[in-house]
């Protein structure tokens, strides 16, 4: 159900040494929607049944899974200004930000259009 | 008409000298100066020898004396000695002895257990007042006109009392009476006592109530049988107390916005209360939050709530689809654009709940196998460390609990703040009152429910 990294590793170019916040940002903007979990989270869970539920297919990137997964969660910590790394959505390239921003939005009605135009909804 | 029977004490005053007639409007009954009365029991009792004259109301125990008619005549048993003392002083000695003896001899009646005759003379005795109860203490009120019955009727009395004292004359019998009114004395000094007593433990116990909800407050754990729960105990009594005064506060709020809608307040004005309520509604989700941290099981486990509304509880609160949908019928009438705000709110609430509920079944299932990795039975408890390493495991993902409470919470909250973003002023206004008026329902049934009869 979900599209994970690995279908795309033989696609890209390696990187031994990079800016985790440079490889986030390039994750993020290849997809639509692309969430960045950790596989034994909950609340991670749930950001992805929100999705599914609303008809959405995000890419998700689990950091538990992933070689550099540690330096992107410190990374993303930075960038949230938060002790939780995780969950964290991208839609569009642009960061929208953790569970609460996702839900706050979906609640003012802001986040169905912002699907819409990342390609990531239809009707 | 006295229709008395043959009395059975011969030293009785009952004499027919002391017999009170009275016809028309003075309707008194007097009774002798029993004191104070109140237990008559204890005094009979303690003072053997005292021939009280009461003793002739005891000879109504036995039936001696008939029912009164209607005549309004009805006879006055006088102890001499109280009588012409005290009568003959003051006037307002001798009404407070009336009023006392009235009231008195209707204390003495219920516990003679002859009630039914002593209502007849409390009837007769009262020309203008209904029926009087046997217990009947409160006498105050029927008074006024039975003061100058009184005043008259000893008068009267005073002269059919000297010559009666002067025909009576026993030693024996004043001695008699003397005790009497010692009897009576100390009887009025213990109920003195009792009911200084009584005062002061009514006192006692405002100021300990006081000082309960002061050191609730303070966050003090008060009640015994918890020995070391003091951290969860702590965050639990705050939460509990914080949430009623809030509760009484909302009320107030919402009675205020009930009266200005029912009075057509104008827009601007309303727009003002309706601020007011949802400003208010913020300090509940800030007084959760601080909770949640403290004591996140107790938020959980809605402990704070009635029970109806726990029944229908969802993660720590109310369920913003159910309100919405419950809202449906009463915002009518919606523009077409409000209406498309209002599904799209429902819809999209509902699915943020869906989706922290099947966070939280996720978190259940998780914890259930971290508490089950290591082996359970006979076998199990091998490895401490596995055991120790599974339970810090199990404490993480109990911290996400934390986070799932306040991910619903400001659910709730943003829900309430949109709901009011597309509606105006008056309709959210009536909506903020619907939601009160089912959360009340909710309540009341949960009173309703406690206090059924059960078989």
Redesign the interface.
């Known amino acids: 159900m979900y599209q994970t990294e690995s279908s795309w590793g033989s696609y890209m170019p390696p990187r031994n040494v990079g800016d985790p916040l440079e490889r986030i940002e390039r994750l993020a903007s290849e997809n639509a929607v692309v969430i960045f979990s950790i596989s034994?989270?909950?609340?991670c869970?749930?950001?992805k049944?929100?999705f599914c539920?609303?008809g959405v297919n995000p890419t998700v990137h689990e950091l538990d899974e992933d070689p550099r997964g540690k330096e992107m969660e410190k990374a993303l910590m930075r960038l949230l200004g938060s002790s939780?790394a995780v969950p964290v959505v991208f839609i569009g390239g642009k960061l929208v930000g953790a569970?609460?921003r996702v839900?706050?939005s979906?609640?003012?009605?802001t986040?169905?259009p912002l699907l819409k135009d990342a390609g990531a909804l239809w009707l | 008409m006295q229709s008395f029977k043959s009395l059975p004490h011969p030293e009785m005053y009952c004499h027919s000298s002391f017999f009170l007639r009275e016809d028309g409007s003075r309707s008194q009954t007097r009774f002798a100066d029993l004191g104070d009365l109140d237990q008559p029991a204890s005094a009979f009792h303690h003072d053997g020898a005292v021939d009280l004259s009461p003793s002739s109301m005891f000879s109504l125990k036995s039936g001696n004396v008939a029912v009164l008619s209607g005549d309004l005549h009805y006879d006055a048993v006088l102890n001499t000695s109280i009588g012409s003392v005290e009568i003959a002083t003051t006037g307002t000695g001798c009404l407070d002895t009336g009023q006392y003896m009235y009231h008195k001899g209707a204390a003495i009646a219920s516990s003679l257990g002859n009630g039914h005759c002593i209502e007849n003379w409390g009837d007769s005795g009262m020309a203008d007042n209904s029926q009087q109860t046997d217990t009947s203490t409160d006498v105050d009120t029927d008074d006024r006109n039975q003061l100058h019955g009184v005043q008259h009727c000893t008068i009267a009395v005073v002269d059919s009392l000297e010559k009666s004292k002067a025909k009576a004359g026993d030693q024996k019998t004043l001695r008699r009476l003397a005790q009497n009114r010692e009897a009576a004395r100390k009887s009025r000094l213990r109920k003195k006592a009792y009911v200084q007593q009584l005062e002061n433990s009514r006192h006692r116990l405002t100021q300990l109530e006081q000082e309960l909800q002061r050191a609730r407050q303070q966050g003090i754990f008060i009640a015994t049988g918890f020995s070391g729960d003091h951290g969860s105990g702590n965050g639990a009594v705050t939460f509990d107390t914080d949430y009623a005064r809030w509760l009484e506060e909302h009320q107030r709020l919402i009675s205020d916005l009930r009266s200005a809608v029912n009075s057509h307040m104008s827009d601007n004005e309303l727009h003002l209360l309706v601020d007011g309520v949802m400003a208010h509604y913020d300090e509940i989700f800030r007084l959760k939050s601080i909770g949640t941290k403290a004591d996140v099981f107790h938020m959980l486990s809605g402990m704070w709530m009635t029970p109806a509304e726990r029944c229908f509880m969802w993660l720590g609160g109310f369920r913003s689809s159910e309100l919405l949908k419950i809202l449906g019928n009463h915002l009518e009438p919606l523009t077409d654009q409000q209406l498309v705000?209002i599904c799209?709110?429902q819809q999209?609430?509902q699915?943020?709940e869906?989706?922290?509920s099947?966070?939280?079944e996720?978190?259940q299932q998780?914890l259930v196998d971290t508490v089950s990795s290591t082996s359970l039975g006979p076998a199990g408890s091998g490895k401490v460390a596995d055991y120790m390493g599974q339970m810090a495991i199990a404490m993480g993902?109990l911290a996400?609990l934390e986070?799932?409470l306040?991910?619903a919470d400001?659910?709730r909250q943003?829900?309430l703040?949109?709901m009011n973003?597309i509606l105006t002023t008056r309709q959210a206004a009536r909506a903020l009152l619907v939601i009160n008026d089912y959360t009340s329902r909710l309540r009341a049934l949960s009173s309703l429910w406690l206090a059924r009869p059960r078989d």
């Open positions: 034994t989270c909950c609340m869970h749930a950001i049944r929100l539920g609303m939780s569970m609460d839900m706050a979906h609640i003012n009605g986040l169905v | 705000g799209n709110l999209s609430s699915q943020a869906d989706a922290l099947q966070g939280m996720a978190l998780s993902k996400t986070n799932f306040h991910q400001l659910l943003q829900t703040q949109q973003r």
